[in-house]
Nanobody, 122 residues
Framework: QAQLVESGGGSVQAGGSLRLSCVGSGYTYSSANMGWFRQAPGKEREGVATINHRGSTNYADSVKGRFTISKESGKNTLYLQMNSLKPEDTAMYYC????????????????WGQGTQVTVSS
């Protein structure tokens, strides 16, 4: 069965950087589309960045130029490099995967990790 496990969250100062990782298992990684989503208290979960099985990426406007999504197939690992972090980036970050969909809509993803907390102080 598909499993996704995130890591790399933490507490940083505004302007700092973090790299999140997501290790997947139980599915065909090479054919999967994957993405990062985040949810702050009292707000709906939103798409941050996605990458399809060919390597094509999509980013939310709020993170373009600051965040980079990438993957290493040999380790079944997805990454999110976050630079120039802002307090509004504070949220629980989730990794997701789907065999068909590759967009930013959370409602189309079949598999989810447990989340990793990112806190950015001003």
């Amino acid at each position: 069965q598909a499993q996704l496990v995130e890591s790399g969250g933490g507490s940083v100062q505004a302007g700092g950087s973090l790299r999140l990782s997501c290790v997947g298992s139980g599915y065909t990684y090479s054919s999967a589309n994957m993405g990062w989503f985040r949810q702050a208290p009292g707000k709906e979960r939103e798409g941050v960045a996605t990458i399809n099985h060919r390597g094509s990426t999509n980013y939310a406007d709020s993170v373009k130029g600051r965040f980079t999504i990438s993957k290493e197939s040999g380790k079944n690992t997805l990454y999110l490099q976050m630079n120039s972090l802002k307090p509004e980036d504070t949220a629980m970050y989730y990794c997701a995967a789907d065999p068909i969909y590759s967009g930013l809509d959370k409602n189309h993803y079949a598999y989810w990790g447990q989340g990793t907390q990112v806190t950015v102080s001003s």
